[in-house]
């Protein structure tokens, strides 16, 4: 499964992204997909993923409350949308996708078999 990631870019503090994640010649039924992100110098983290069933879930309190993951009807697409961004937010975000992983490892990196190339997000104060 190839992902691309598209949406990234440079926005001020308080403004908003949409980030896209779509598999090339294939849609996403049967897969959970997620979002992880990696600023410089850290670790990659969970941002939200959803499941196979339409389960959606979070890394943080904040980050549930400022972005909203959502996949079509059609399973094509899985969007993120970032609203009341941060410069804490910077970071390279990524797209991940599996057909395998269990809900407890939802938020591993390594749960994830398929990756997207990642999309540079910069939010500047």
């Known amino acids: 499964v190839q992902l691309q990631a598209s949406g990234g870019g440079l926005v001020q503090a308080g403004g908003s992204l949409r980030l896209s994640c779509v598999a090339s010649?294939?849609?996403?039924?049967?897969?959970?997909v997620a979002w992880f992100r990696q600023a410089p110098g850290k670790e990659r983290e969970f941002v939200a993923g959803?499941?196979?069933?339409?389960?959606?879930?979070y890394g943080t309190d904040s980050e549930k409350g400022r972005f909203t993951i959502s996949r079509d009807r059609a399973k094509t697409t899985v969007d993120l949308q970032m609203n009341n961004l941060k410069p804490e937010d910077t970071a390279i975000y990524y797209c991940a996708a599996s057909g395998t992983v269990i809900w407890s490892a939802r938020t591993t990196p390594n749960a994830y078999g398929y990756w997207g190339q990642g999309t540079q997000v910069t939010v500047s104060s």
């Open positions: 010649g294939r849609t996403f039924n049967g897969y959970a």
């Open positions: 959803i499941d196979r069933s339409g389960r959606m879930t």
